[in-house]
């Protein structure tokens, strides 16, 4: 039977002794008085929640799935009740603005609240993760009228949220999106919202693949859809973002008429059965523009990067609780003996756990699922420091990394989330590709996190292309200054050469991919598009190593104190640097490898 626990201990480490968040946030006006003591209550209720609430829902809710019937989606049985107790326990405010009434804890409480929710349910999980990011993206970019009567709710988990994005001609190309506005009386001004009848826009257009786009958990569901104005330029230049709330909000907040948006179907899929991925039909819907006419897509961008770094969470979540559950399993079934000889005498075979090869997926898993934690709990904190520092400099430094490594956040862990999904179902052997073992589902699961929000392939475009060379590599040297800082500081020091030498060398080796690409970009602009993938994995792995060398050198200093934790911490990290990180030579050796080999060809001998 599947099992889920919070790995409570490894984010107290990540949190208070590898990042020392408490330092950081004294220095954030909002956080000042956020203590260590505060986030571990927070995260350990947050822990029980997950366990004990929603993990259990997981497997029926994919057996399940949602149901559809004349435009309404009931979704799987217990996911109601959930959400109920979710919204009555505040989850949804956790951090929010207090102006909202929200909590206004640090967004890196919210990320580690995130993670145990998608290691217990993703499907469930996708549903209040949108909302999160409407929230986002209208505190940012909303009117005045707008942030009132909106984000209340979706602060207070009252209503939901979703962005539509998709259409059937255009998935990630949303210059090609046909969706129409047509503006009603004083509309084109701009003004108004919610009731206004003099702001209002009547949107037409058919929507498709949007997650959470109807369902019975909240009671308005609040769609941030991308559309074009009669007089919008060709591309992504002419796309303006609206507001379609499901109901139209009455003056004083409440749930007025229902609008002309209704789903026409809900997908099939091979995973995630319990969120409604939905066709949205916008039938004369009103709708209220989001920031300026034309301008719509630099808006979703706040709500698509939030779900870019959602996504990556997903994947920790599924690793983790794969590992987990391959943990236990290869602790219990016995298989053959150790060929080093016998180790549990009184059964007719060892437990697997015992093979090498099962050792090398487990410790797999373990290294990749540490170090997407620190990494991303960095990168949450990042995220702190962009809104809150005091110092503008400060902020435009966090900002630039959060840029820079959002399509690593997304695109590696999702990647490293199939491979160790995949790996789980290997140690479970057939019981692995049997439903009542609930392995299979983690591996459907995990699959589509490496599609949405962007495939994989367009976070590396993004990564090299605009973040990498669109700046000459400003950011990524920026990023560099922390690894030389560390190299440093510990790299005299004997006990941490196994860590700091390939740490080093792989990063000098990344600024010569790196000046070398963007050379031969200059005579041909495919050799980013042939590169991209390759060059995304190896600074990938740039990350991890860092992080991974870090955590060595505190587990180096802790382990003598005889703690199991620090042990297992450094052997785990010997293991990511002698079997994981050398596939950066394959991966540089491929991102070298130029672009001819790919576009030479002629299309007839494909």
């Known amino acids: 039977m599947a099992q889920y626990r919070a790995p409570l201990r490894d984010i107290q480490f990540v949190l208070h002794e590898l990042l020392q968040v408490e330092t950081h946030l004294r220095e954030l006006p909002p956080h000042t008085e956020v203590d260590a003591d505060t986030i571990n209550q927070v995260l350990e209720e947050a822990g029980r929640f997950c366990q004990e609430v929603v993990f259990p829902l997981n497997a029926s809710g994919d057996r399940e799935g949602c149901t559809y019937a004349d435009g309404a989606v009931r979704t799987p049985a217990g996911f109601k009740g959930a959400y109920r107790h979710f919204v009555e326990a505040g989850w949804p405010s956790l951090a929010c603005d207090r102006e909202y009434g929200g909590q206004g804890l640090p967004v890196l409480v919210n990320n580690a609240l995130y993670e145990m929710l998608n290691a217990a349910n993703q499907a469930w999980t996708m549903y209040p993760g949108l909302s999160h990011g409407a929230y986002e993206c209208l505190a940012a970019h909303g009117r005045d009228r707008e942030k009132r009567l909106y984000l209340p709710k979706l602060v207070s988990g009252e209503w939901s949220g979703t962005m539509c994005l998709t259409e059937a001609h255009c998935g990630t190309d949303l210059g090609l999106l046909r969706t129409k506005a047509m503006p ?8 108004g919202t919610g009731t206004d009848e003099a702001g209002a826009y009547r949107l037409t257009g058919t929507k498709i693949f949007i997650s959470s786009g109807e369902h019975d958990l909240a009671e308005n569901i609040v769609h941030l859809v991308l559309a074009r104005l009669p007089d919008a330029p060709a591309g992504t230049k002419g796309i303006s973002l609206f507001i379609v709330p499901k109901f139209v909000p009455t003056a004083d907040g409440g749930v007025g008429e229902r609008n002309a948006v209704r789903c026409g179907a809900i997908e099939h899929k091979m995973g995630i059965h319990g969120n409604a991925t939905c066709v949205i039909n916008l039938d004369g819907a009103r709708g209220w523009l989001v920031g300026e006419p034309h301008r719509g897509l630099n808006a979703m961008f706040v709500m698509m990067n939030t779900a870019r770094l959602g996504v990556g969470m997903q994947g920790l979540g599924l690793s983790e609780v794969a590992y987990q559950n391959a943990l236990a399993y290869a602790k219990e079934r016995i298989q053959m003996r150790s060929l080093s000889g016998v180790k549990a005498p009184d059964k007719p075979a060892d437990p697997i756990i015992v093979h090498p090869d099962v050792r090398r997926i487990l410790l797999t898993q373990k290294a990749y699922i540490e170090g997407a934690r620190a990494f991303t709990s960095w990168l949450a904190l990042q995220i702190d420091r962009m809104t809150a520092h005091p110092d503008a400099q400060e902020r435009r430094e966090a900002a630039d990394m959060v840029a820079l490594l959002t399509p690593v956040a997304k695109a590696f862990l999702t990647d490293n989330a199939f491979e160790s999904t995949s790996h789980a179902m290997q140690v479970f052997g057939g019981y692995g590709y049997i439903r009542e073992t609930g392995v299979e589902q983690y591996v459907r ?9 962007g495939t994989n392939a367009v976070q590396a475009l993004d990564l090299l292309g605009r973040k990498v060379l669109g700046d000459m590599g400003a ?13 440093d500081e510990e790299g005299i020091k004997p006990d941490m050469q196994e860590f700091v030498n390939p740490l080093a060398d792989l990063g000098t080796k990344v600024q010569k991919l790196t000046m070398e690409i963007g050379m031969k970009a200059m005579a041909n602009p495919d050799e980013v598009g042939a590169a991209a993938v390759p060059y995304l994995r190896v600074v990938g792995h740039l990350v991890f190593a860092y992080f991974w060398a870090r955590m060595a050198r505190i587990a180096l200093d802790q382990a003598p104190g005889g703690d199991p934790f620090y042990r297992a911490k450094l052997a785990t990290a010997r293991f990511y640097f002698a079997r994981l990180l050398p596939e950066t030579a394959a991966q540089i050796r491929m991102a070298r490898a130029g672009a001819s080999t790919l576009m030479d060809p002629d299309e007839t001998l494909f």
């Not at 009603?184 to 003004?191: F, L, N, R």
């Not at 950011?475 to 190299?487: S, Y």
């Open 445 to 453: 699961d995990a699959r589509i996190n490496m599609i949405y929000e």
């Open 184 to 191: 009603e009386a004083g509309a084109e001004a701009g003004a």
């Open 475 to 487: 950011k990524l040297k920026t990023f560099g200054k922390l690894i030389e800082a560390f190299v």
